[in-house]
C-alpha cells in the first residue's frame, strides 16, 4: 500500500482514513468472491481501492521520483520492502495450500503473485512500476509531465482497442491498467507545487464528478481496472482529499487511525489467505454471510487487524515490515 514516513506531528489522518476505508472495501469484494454471496452496494466502490492505493504511493514517493538520476540504491531499498512480504506471504500460502508447492508454481507466485494469496500480485505490480518510473529519472525534468500523459493515452488506448486480452497475461494486463495510475499521481504531486493548486483541484473535483453523474463510458474488457470511469473517479476522491488538506482529530482518536491505517498493508496481504482457511474449516460461515454480511464483514476484518497487532507485538516489532 503506502509507505510513509512522516511525523505525527505533520500527519495527513486522512490519508490512513481512506486507507482503513478502502481496505474494509476490498476485504469486502474477496468475502463475497471466498463465499460466493451475493454482490452488495459497497462492492463497485471497492475497484477504486487498488487504484487509488498506486496513485496515492506514488504521490507519496514523487520526492524520490522526481530527482535526477535517482541512484538504484533508493530503488533497492524500496524493492527489499516490497520483496519481502512477498516472500512471506507467499511462504504462508503454499504453507496452507500444499499441494500447490512445486517449482513452477513457486516461481509464478513470485514474479506474478497469482497461484496463494492474490493479493499479492500488488506488490508485483508496484515492483514492475518503481522500476519503470525510476528509469523515468534518467530524462529530463521537464519532459516527464508530457511522458505522464503519454503513458495514460497509451494505457487507454490498449484497453478501449481491444489490444490487452489474449495477448497479455492477467498479471502483466494489470500492469498495463495500473500504470496510469501511478502516472495519475505523478502528475498530482507536480500539481500541488502550483500556485493556484486550490483552484485546480476544485475544477478537477467538480469536472470530474459533473462527468460520473451525467456521462456514460463505455467499459472495456479487462482485468478489473479499466475504462475511464474508474480513472475519473480516482481523480475526484484524491482532489477531495487534497483540497480538504491536513485533518486531525483528537488525540486518541488520531493514534487509532494512525495504527489502523499503519497495519491497513497487513490486513490486505492477510485476510484471503486465512478467510479461504476459514471456509474449509467452518463451511457455516457461506451461511452466516449471506444472512448477516456486514456484520461479518466487520467481525472479520477487525479480526485481521487484531491479528496483525498481535503479531507486531508478539514478535516485538522486529517484523513489522512484513505487515506495515
Known amino acids: 500500500m503506502i509507505n510513509k514516513n512522516i511525523g505525527h506531528q505533520s500527519r495527513n489522518y486522512i490519508f490512513d482514513l481512506l486507507k482503513i476505508i478502502l481496505t474494509f472495501l476490498v476485504v469486502n469484494i474477496?468475502?463475497?468472491?471466498?463465499?460466493?454471496?451475493?454482490?452488495?452496494?459497497?462492492?463497485?466502490?471497492?475497484?477504486?481501492?487498488?487504484?487509488?492505493?498506486?496513485?496515492?504511493?506514488?504521490?507519496?514517493?514523487?520526492?524520490?521520483?522526481?530527482?535526477?538520476?535517482?541512484?538504484?540504491?533508493?530503488?533497492?531499498?524500496?524493492?527489499?520492502?516490497?520483496?519481502?512480504?512477498?516472500?512471506f506471504w507467499s511462504g504462508v500460502?503454499?504453507?496452507?495450500?500444499?499441494?500447490?508447492?512445486?517449482?513452477?508454481?513457486?516461481?509464478?507466485?513470485?514474479?506474478?503473485?497469482?497461484?496463494?494469496?492474490?493479493?499479492?500480485?500488488?506488490?508485483?505490480?508496484?515492483?514492475?512500476?518503481?522500476?519503470?518510473?525510476?528509469?523515468?529519472?534518467?530524462?529530463?525534468?521537464?519532459?516527464r509531465p508530457s511522458l505522464y500523459f503519454v503513458i495514460i493515452i497509451?494505457?487507454?488506448?490498449?484497453?478501449?482497442?481491444?489490444l490487452m486480452g489474449n495477448e497479455i497475461r492477467k498479471s502483466y494486463g494489470q500492469i498495463v491498467e495500473l500504470i496510469k495510475y501511478a502516472s495519475l499521481g505523478m502528475l498530482f504531486a507536480t500539481l500541488i507545487n502550483r500556485s493556484k493548486k486550490r483552484?485546480?483541484?476544485?475544477?478537477?473535483?467538480?469536472?470530474?464528478?459533473?462527468?460520473?453523474?451525467?456521462?456514460?463510458?463505455?467499459?472495456?474488457?479487462?482485468?478489473?481496472?479499466?475504462?475511464i470511469k474508474l480513472f475519473l473517479g480516482t481523480i475526484f476522491v484524491l482532489s477531495s482529499i487534497l483540497l480538504i488538506g491536513q485533518i486531525n482529530f483528537s488525540p486518541k482518536i488520531n493514534k487509532m487511525i494512525r495504527v489502523l491505517g499503519g497495519y491497513s498493508l497487513g490486513v490486505y496481504l492477510l485476510h484471503i489467505i486465512f478467510l479461504e482457511k476459514l471456509v474449509q474449516i467452518f463451511p457455516n460461515i457461506k451461511y452466516f454471510n449471506a444472512s448477516f454480511p456486514f456484520f461479518f464483514l466487520f467481525i472479520y476484518t477487525v479480526g485481521c487487524y487484531i491479528f496483525c497487532f498481535l503479531f507486531d507485538f508478539l514478535t516485538f516489532k522486529k517484523f513489522s515490515f512484513l505487515i506495515k
Open 199 to 227: 483552484l485546480i483541484l476544485f475544477s478537477l473535483a467538480g469536472l470530474t464528478l459533473f462527468l460520473l453523474i451525467f456521462s456514460k463510458f463505455p467499459q472495456p474488457w479487462g482485468y478489473n481496472y479499466s475504462g
Open 30 to 87: 474477496h468475502i463475497r468472491n471466498v463465499t460466493h454471496g451475493k454482490v452488495n452496494f459497497l462492492e463497485p466502490y471497492g475497484y477504486y481501492a487498488v487504484p487509488l492505493f498506486i496513485t496515492l504511493s506514488f504521490f507519496l514517493m514523487n520526492k524520490y521520483f522526481s530527482q535526477i538520476k535517482l541512484p538504484f540504491s533508493v530503488i533497492l531499498l524500496r524493492i527489499k520492502r516490497l520483496i519481502l512480504p512477498l516472500i
Open 154 to 162: 497509451v494505457a487507454f488506448f490498449l484497453e478501449y482497442a481491444g
Open 93 to 143: 500460502g503454499f504453507l496452507l495450500k500444499p499441494n500447490l508447492i512445486n517449482v513452477r508454481n513457486i516461481l509464478l507466485q513470485l514474479f506474478t503473485g497469482k497461484v496463494v494469496d492474490t493479493p499479492l500480485y500488488y506488490l508485483n505490480v508496484l515492483i514492475f512500476l518503481t522500476l519503470i518510473f525510476w528509469f523515468i529519472t534518467y530524462l529530463p525534468i521537464k519532459l
